[in-house]
């Protein structure tokens, strides 16, 4: 069956307050504490991805859902601004739109998420039409949506067998779970899994101190391929049996990382769609994540594919 669009992202959509730095310990003494930037902008894994995506020339669309309110007009348009298909982001008048608060503070950040309509987006807001017309299907912030979560393997199953690939970006666990029977399922029907490299190590039940290789290779005996996101040590890819580590390209302007996995998870589905193979994926997806880092928010200076090319030294190396 031909494929009439690109990507189909399934997941979380909210604003982001994105505030920093903060150069002391937060104060809970009401005490006002000033720093010197802030924004409200799109956030949640699953819609930073879906951006980048349409950034990098793919078409998209994405399937979830937020509160008929304020905040959810504000993520349906800013994904349609953005060249996202969002017919299937339902508006719910009986929910609230999740809300994510960020707090940056050197190379690191706090992250306060009230989940609001997370709790119930589930496959009947997956339309079937949109699951056989995609060339990949991508799910993110797997721990976020219980009722997604459960029925992920069977969409993912769907996807697969209309000729789709897969991937999924768990996201952090903030129960510290880390292995529910329904994720088992859902890495069996999954091409790709995109963690980053604490969740590669949690995922794979190994110590921190342990290789990241083998994290990984322990993660592909579950079904999927693993590249993963190593911050500025770069990225790596393992296929089950050979591992490709790529450096992270340099970056002088570094404003905030939020939503820069994100963004190095649809540079890598970009590649791959293009048919680069995995150390040019990681290579272009490292870029992808770099230079979404040069502003506030995970979307507002994420990279064209021309963009991303031009960081990289190898740029002749790669189709345009």
Known sequence: MPRTFDLLVIGDANPDVVIGPLRTPLDFGQREQLVDHGVITLGGSAAITACGAARLGLTVAFAGRVGDDD???????????RGVDVDALHLDGALTTPLTVSITRG??????????????VCAADVPERLLTAARHVHSASFFLM???????????????????????????????????????????QTDLLLPNAQEARRLAG????????????????RGP???VKDGAAGALH?????????PAPAMADVLDTVGAGDSFDAGFIAARLRGLPPSQALAAAGACGALSTRGLGGTDTQPTWAEALALL???????S
């Open 107 to 120: 190379d690191g950040r706090a992250v306060v998420t009230a989940p609001g309509s997370l709790n119930t």
């Open 71 to 81: 905040a959810g007009h504000y993520v349906r348009d800013r994904l349609a601004a």
């Open 146 to 188: 219980p009722a997604l979560a459960a029925d992920l393997a069977d969409l993912f199953r769907a996807a697969r067998a209309a000729g789709a690939t897969t991937s999924l970006d768990t996201n952090d666990d903030p129960a510290g779970h880390w292995s529910p029977p329904s994720l088992a399922q859902v890495l069996s």
């Open 225 to 227: 391929a693993v590249a």
């Open 313 to 319: 030294p190898t740029t002749g190396a790669l189709p």
């Open 206 to 221: 190994v110590p921190e101190s342990a290789e990241l290789a083998e994290a990984a290779r322990l993660l592909t005996l």
């Open 238 to 246: 393992h296929d089950g049996s050979t591992a490709i580590r790529m």
